[in-house]
């Protein structure tokens, strides 16, 4: 491993690792919209519910919208959207203070890799019949990330570099 890691510099490490976090946001972004908005199962579980709902005393008398369950996906919809922006935008923070040298992004993005590394890989290896190509793509993901956070430990926060926030 260490003959891989020395053809990096710092700098192109951190190029690289960026590169691939980034791309990894994105893999898993799609995952999440796939996982919840585009299962089959949606539409039959919110009509589930709305009959559990018209079940219950107190909202027998009132009147549901024969579009409720569009209207609860395109909710679902926006909130991810939401999610996802900010999410992504909370990282594309830590890669920049990661470029910059800052001690509180290098040591979340270090638990990101490991943990998110761990997470897509398994659930990219447990998915392929499921998710087919996307799960080749969280797979890859999931290396990538193991790549980087192995990567930290090569190219270590520098004690002179290191700024307060």
Known sequence: MKSLYSKFSEESFKIVSI?????????????????????????????????????NPGFQNIDIPPDFHEQIIATLQKGLIITFILVVGFHLLNYLGLWTNKVLAFYYLRFMAWTAGLGTLIIGLTSFGELG??????????????????????FPMKKNEESKI
């Open 19 to 55: 590169i691939l976090m980034l791309l990894g946001d994105f893999v898993v972004c799609r995952w999440l919209w796939v996982k919840f908005v585009h299962n089959p199962n949606l539409e039959y579980m919110i009509r589930f519910q709305v009959k559990l709902l018209k079940k």
């Open 133 to 154: 190509a996307l799960a080749g793509a969280l797979t890859f993901v999931g290396l990538a990330y193991f790549f980087v956070a192995i990567g930290f430990i090569y």
